[in-house]
């Protein structure tokens, strides 16, 4: 299995959760993240794991679609988009904005959202953590997958399990090839600090059970040698245990 890391930047987010681009706003207030995607390769897939910003480089071409180029993938060669949440920093590149409205950037994949998440959303009108034009986008899309259940295989490699903490309904992924698993722990494990400081933090729907999770997963990490991937950590991306 091969990963690789689709890093749009390292971005600072405001309590409107307006992102800024560190690099070139390096004074910029916020809460200081990455937003990195990530592409499992396996024998029978291209796999995105949650789909990044959709943030645009100064040539306005998407900077995933430009990572992916550099490793000589096309964006219709991803066969699966695996979204842990809906936050708009986690979907809004699964779609591009165009003057005849939105397009899918991965038309040819299946898009697995979980639907009692959905449901989250849709009720919390008014929270800027939700980009509502494109997630209304987003769901008209005909390769949509809908999930129910609160765990289970997709096939073969994916696990998904339904966790909570960061959000309601919030899901992670194992993928598994040849005895090698990658985990996603999504928002409930988003930088390799979470794992070294026991809190729960207030920006999570449920701090407490989401800092419980990352106690039982550093544990099975060590334990089966997971690759953690790290969505919001600043300097890493991939933890080998």
């Known amino acids: 299995m091969k990963i690789v890391t689709l890093k749009e930047g390292n971005f600072a987010a405001d309590k409107q959760k307006n992102f800024t681009l560190l690099d070139k706003h390096p004074e910029a207030k916020g809460i200081k993240m990455s937003i990195q995607p990530?592409?499992?390769?396996?024998k029978n897939d291209y796999i995105l794991i949650d789909a990044g910003f959709g943030w645009k480089n100064d040539n306005g071409k998407l900077v995933i679609k430009e990572i992916l180029e550099s490793e000589n993938i096309k964006?219709?060669?991803?066969?699966?988009?695996?979204l842990s949440h809906l936050h708009k920093d986690h979907i809004n590149g699964t779609l591009m904005k165009t003057e005849n409205g939105f397009e899918s950037v991965f038309p040819n994949a299946e898009i697995y959202i979980q639907k009692r998440e959905l449901d989250f959303a849709f009720e919390s009108r008014g929270n800027p953590s939700f980009d509502f034009e494109v997630l209304e986008s987003l769901i008209e899309l005909?390769?949509?997958?809908?999930m129910n259940d609160d765990y289970g295989n997709i096939n073969d490699e994916i696990y998904y399990e339904v966790v909570g903490g960061h959000s309601p309904f919030m899901q992670v992924f194992k993928?598994?090839?040849?005895?090698?698993?990658?985990?996603?722990?999504?928002?409930?494990?988003?930088?390799?600090?979470?794992l070294k400081y026991h809190l729960a933090y207030k920006s999570d729907f449920d701090g407490k059970k989401a800092m419980q999770l990352r106690i039982k997963w550093h544990e099975e990490a060590l334990e089966n040698h997971w690759k953690v991937l790290l969505y919001h950590?600043?300097?890493?991306?991939?933890?080998?245990?």
């Not at 964006?75 to 695996?82: A, G, M, R, S, W």
């Open 175 to 194: 993928i598994t090839e040849d005895r090698e698993t990658a985990f996603y722990g999504a928002d409930n494990l988003p930088q390799e600090s979470y």
């Open 75 to 82: 964006p219709d060669q991803i066969t699966k988009v695996l």
């Open 38 to 42: 990530f592409l499992a390769i396996t």
């Open 142 to 146: 005909p390769n949509i997958i809908w």
């Open 233 to 241: 950590d600043l300097e890493k991306s991939i933890i080998q245990f």
